[in-house]
């Protein structure tokens, strides 16, 4: 279960990224991808310690590696390009283009699983729902 979330994001974050900014305060509209991505990654791999205890190591391992890199990636693009530009670029049409299908795509697997916490639903709303005014 490697989830590849985090790949297209930092990249496309850090490609974006110029000139330097001290802050590390990852902005609200990026804040909002690492949490549902942590949250309902966690619901994930408790689904997977249900149904395939075997994977559960590999999956929580996984998991921590992808918020991990989200995170730094996000932390890098503020550092860079300063906090309005990253909220900026995590608010635009082209990243959540790129980021929700993603989640989405956990959300699913949650769903048929029925394993989607109200955690995991409200992070996952409070991504969609803007999107859907876009």
Do not use: H, W
Not at 8 to 25: D, H, N
Not at 36 to 53: F, S, W, Y
Not at 81 to 109: W, Y
């Amino acid at each position: 279960m490697k989830i590849k979330v985090t790949r297209f994001a930092f990249i496309s974050a850090v490609a974006l990224s110029a000139g330097y900014v001290e802050a590390q305060t990852i902005p609200p509209p990026c804040e909002r991808y690492i949490t549902a991505v942590n949250i309902c990654g966690a619901d994930l791999v408790r689904l997977e310690e249900t149904t395939k205890p075997e994977k559960a190591a590999s999956a929580r391992a996984s998991m921590n590696d992808t918020v991990k890199t989200l995170t730094s990636g996000m932390r890098e693009v503020v550092r860079r390009k300063g906090v309005d530009e990253a909220a900026k670029l995590c608010a635009s049409p082209a990243f959540s283009s790129q980021m929700i299908p993603q989640i989405t795509n956990m959300m699913t697997m949650l769903s048929t699983g029925d394993a989607a916490s109200e955690g995991c639903q409200d992070a996952y709303g409070r991504l969609v729902l803007p999107t859907l005014t876009q």
